[in-house]
């Protein structure tokens, strides 16, 4: 059974986030809260607080796995999401330090 | 080019403080997502992968030097120091932040631009050829009327709320650069038999799901009906379009199921109705007006022969390259029409950094009247130099990277932001268009392959023209791994037609191969000076097929 995790947007950027525990919002995938098929649900009802809350827009479930590098989404897309432009190696997450020690939630 | 009147001015300046308005409210909580979704829409805002995304309007294609200046600028003020030029001849900006995105308007606002009619069901911005106004295969310019349509079509309340998205094309030429048949209007400028000029009204036309190429509704529209003549069309694709499916709801899909014949007789019994109860043509006085906006700028009386240019093609060969390809005849003796590619060797086709965009403004206000134009094709445009700079442009365009000479040839990919940006985009686009350029790199090779238009789509939306190119590549997403469907036989000019799959989508590695196999074919059986199309016509899809496809 695939796992799984929220993702959505930020309102003011735009920027891809995650949610953590406890409510939280994180850019750093591996620093998500990771629950299961079963979890989906209520996950999204927490996420949706953060909705109403105008810190994120649009949230929705992924599928991740866990790679030999951490979590990783299932599919290409949300790869993508979670790194960058494949293209502009420079641009995105895959640019800055999004899972090190600046790292600042929301 | 057009300048902003009292009126044009006070609507996009009333634009930006009512969209100011609306991010300070979404930021406060007075509007949900949902309210706001569709206000920032309206003003061309997207939320893409990363961020959000600016698509900003660039009517009909024509920049002038500080407008290009202004869009360098707000890449490099308000993104990450680069722009996209799309299809549609407008720009899009791939990181701004919320809050900005008003001042980045209010910027724009200042030197007449805005993006408005950038997205919704409304009738977008309207594209035209990007060499309006200076082809010497014109017979008048569509930019005049591109202007008319823009004034007539913004805001206009009647038809902001249509099933779907509006997109009209015009040409003023019989070589058709602007891809009108595949529009839902294509105008195309033609002659009657007593000289005057007028429109060939074509509808229906598009590409996405369900790509079909327009119809003649009216073989001779008058200029004078032009307005009323569209406001049928519009009228009736607003009454009878569906709006029970996203996907049946462009007019391509009401023409088809209507019938090209009922269709247009509904459109000509709208228009005798409007005609008859409010005469309405466009007034001499106003199209005049509009006309001046357009007058030539102050060409110099130049010999149509230059002996510094020729003297130049005989000592440099790569000038001489770059000519072959970059460089298009002009109405006026002595002149020259420059395409400057946007597809560098293994680059993003359509990007542009903020230093270039600067260094085409600098050679427009030196060398082109301070005018550049945007091409659907993903390229810019100096529409007006004089044969005896072509070599100093050249010059100063290599310095700067910009002078890939590789117009019309294989490496001059359309290819849309694909699965790289965009939140449609089944696969990715760009990263094929930089493997089939490397591939192909070698111009000596390029030459030799000849005219060949190659568009990668990363949906079947088909941003990236696919449908229409001579060679189309289509991401597809099978079990959650990007693969490319390749059609063959598109085109997107006067001779349109929609290209055919030749098989099995191809896997991402296995794409570049598949052209590189497609284009040996034509090299095999082309005879004489055929282009690559003309080859397809003559042999059909049989032989690209079994080469592909025989050994499986």
Redesign the interface.
Known sequence: MASKVVTA?R??????VYMAPEGRWTECLVKAFVGSDEDSGSMMAMAERS?AD?LV??PYPIDVEEGPQGLVP????EV??AT?????LD??KQAGDVCGEHHVSL | MYRYDEFDHTLVNERVVQFRDQVRRRVAGDLTEDEFKPLRLMNGLYLQLHAYMLRVAIPYGVLSADQMRRLAHVARVYDKGYGHFTTRQNIQYNWPLLEEVPDILDELAQVEMHAIQTSGNCIRNVTADQFAGVAADEIDDPRVYAEIIRQWSTLHPEFSFLPRKFKIAITGAPNDRAAVKVHDIGLRMVRNEAGEPGFEVIVGGGQGRTPMIGHVVRGFLPVPHLLTYLEAVLRVYNLLGRRDNLYKARIKILVHQTGVEEFTCLVEEEFELMARETPQVLPGGELARIRAYFQPPAYRALSPVSDVLATALGRDDGFARWHQTSVAAHKQPGYAIVTISLKPIGGVPGDATADEMGVVADLAERYSFSEIRVSHEQNLVLPDVALDDLPQVWRELEAAGLATPNVGLVTDIIACPGLDYCNLANARSIPIAQEISHRFADLDRQHDIGELKLKISGCINACGHHHVGHIGILGVDKKGVEHYQVTLGGDASETAAVGDIVGPAFSGDAVSDAVETVIGVYLGQRQASERFVDTYRRIGLKPFKEKLYGAR
């Not at chain 1, 299932?74 to 897309?77: M, P």
Request: aromatic share 0%.
């Open positions: 947007n309102l003011l950027d735009g920027a891809v909705v105008r827009v649009t299932s599919h290409i897309k993508i999401r960058g432009p494949t293209v502009r641009l995105g």
